[in-house]
């Protein structure tokens, strides 16, 4: 006796989900909304010293130490927002769940 392959079942597994979530008054697979972009960018790598002349100068120590403050203050600023922003859309998403399990 040959081995059927379990692909065919696998297949109509898949459709059977997927013509499912079509069916239903719920979605199976829940799109949320894209994250805004000004909270996703990257916060750039912290300013360096080039130390490979010898001596730096306290002005350029200075300036880099408040450029690193700088970009953090921006990133901690980005990062708080984007906490809230998942908290109100994942708030959102709970109270428009119809599932009893969630």
Same mark, same amino acid.
């Given at each position: 006796?040959?081995?059927?392959?379990?692909? *065919?079942?696998?297949? &109509? %597994?898949?459709?059977?989900?997927?013509? #499912?979530?079509?069916?239903?008054?719920? +979605?199976?697979?829940?799109?949320?909304?894209?994250?805004?972009?000004?909270?996703?960018?990257?916060?750039?790598?912290?300013?360096?010293?080039?130390?490979?002349?010898?001596?730096? *100068?306290?002005?350029? &120590? %200075?300036?880099?130490?408040?450029?690193? #403050?700088?970009?953090?203050?921006?990133? +901690?600023?980005?990062?708080?927002?984007?906490?809230?922003?998942?908290?109100?859309?994942?708030?959102?998403?709970?109270?428009?769940?119809?599932?009893?399990?969630?």
């Amino acid at each position: 006796m040959k081995k059927q392959k379990p692909w *065919p079942l696998l297949a &109509v %597994l898949i459709l059977a989900a997927l013509g #499912a979530n079509c069916s239903t008054p719920q +979605a199976i697979f829940r799109e949320y909304p894209a994250a805004p972009r000004e909270l996703v960018k990257d916060c750039g790598p912290l300013e360096t010293l080039d130390a490979s002349a010898g001596t730096v *100068p306290p002005t350029s &120590v %200075l300036l880099a130490v408040i450029e690193n #403050a700088r970009r953090y203050h921006q990133c +901690a600023a980005r990062h708080k927002a984007m906490t809230e922003w998942y908290g109100k859309v994942k708030k959102a998403g709970e109270a428009d769940s119809a599932w009893p399990w969630e």
